[in-house]
């Protein structure tokens, strides 16, 4: 058992790498914020078996790239689901889903391939439970 503890801050630098090896857990906490920066080379997660779960409890998930940006199921399906509202944005087009229904617009709207019109139907899907906070 090895603890490093500190009235104040605690810093660590090297002018290589810095590596960890842990054989069970690992496992970060922070009272206030988590913050990762990679200057160069990016930053890449991995899990070789298991899911990866990425959750904003309390407030808003946003992602950003100043290029493209890629959601990929490689043996699967893929779901966005949202309470309210879904809207997706392309330069002046759009799609909106809403519990009220479907609405498309842009400039020009172009449907190909054969149209059916069936009698209306609706499917819900279930959302995610947000864990309960409990003050530290």
Request: charged share 15%; with cysteine; proline share 4%.
């Amino acid at each position: 058992h090895m603890q490093l503890a500190a009235g104040g801050h605690l810093f660590t630098s090297t002018g290589g790498n810095a590596d960890a090896a842990i054989g069970g857990n690992y496992t970060v906490a922070a009272g206030n914020a988590v913050s990762l920066f990679a200057n160069t080379q990016g930053v890449k997660v991995t899990a070789a078996e298991g899911k990866i779960d990425v959750q904003a409890q309390g407030d808003a998930l946003n992602l950003a790239a100043l290029k493209d940006v890629t959601i990929a199921s490689t043996e699967d399906a893929i779901t966005l689901n949202a309470k309210k509202e879904l809207t997706l944005y392309c330069g002046g087009a759009y799609v909106k889903l809403t519990s009220t229904g479907v609405e498309l617009g842009g400039p020009e709207i172009i449907l190909k391939g054969p149209m059916r019109v069936r009698e209306s139907a609706t499917k819900q899907s279930a959302l995610p439970l947000m864990p309960k906070q409990e003050p530290t």
